[in-house]
Nanobody
C-alpha cells in the first residue's frame, strides 16, 4: 500500500503560478504510475496529468497542456505539479493518485490510491 498527501494549494490571481506536491509513504514509490486529477464544485473528477513509473513519460489534458508540468522525484518519494498561467477555470480540489498498473493512465478508475486533495483557487 501507499499513502499520499498533497500540499501546496492556495489562492492565486489569474496568470500566477503554484506548485503542488504529493508525498508518498509506504511501499516503494517507484513501483507506482502516478496521476493528477481535479474536481470543481458540482463537476466530476477530471484527469489533469499522468506520469510513468520513472517519470520519463508524461501525458496532459488538453486544457492544461503547455501550462502545467508534472514531474516526480523517486528518491524523495514525491510527485509535483507545476502550474503556470493559471486561469479561474483551474479552480478545483486537486488530487494525486497512484496505481501499480503499467503505463500512462488517464481514467480515475485505473488508480487504487488517492490523497485527500488540496484546494486551488484562482481569482480573476
Amino acid at each position: 500500500q501507499v499513502q499520499l498527501v498533497e500540499s501546496g494549494g492556495g489562492l492565486v490571481q489569474a496568470g500566477g503560478s503554484l506548485r503542488l506536491s504529493c508525498a508518498a509513504s509506504g511501499r516503494a514509490f517507484s513501483l507506482y504510475a502516478m496521476g493528477w486529477f481535479r474536481q470543481a464544485p458540482g463537476e466530476e473528477r477530471e484527469f489533469v496529468a499522468a506520469l510513468s513509473r520513472s517519470g520519463a513519460a508524461t501525458y496532459y489534458a488538453d486544457s492544461v497542456k503547455g501550462r502545467f508540468t508534472a514531474s516526480r522525484d523517486n528518491a524523495k518519494n514525491t510527485m509535483y505539479l507545476q502550474m503556470n498561467s493559471l486561469k479561474p477555470e483551474d479552480t478545483a480540489v486537486y488530487y494525486c493518485a497512484a496505481t501499480m498498473r503499467v503505463g500512462i493512465l488517464r481514467q480515475a478508475y485505473d488508480y487504487n490510491y488517492w490523497g485527500q486533495g488540496t484546494q486551488v483557487t484562482v481569482s480573476s
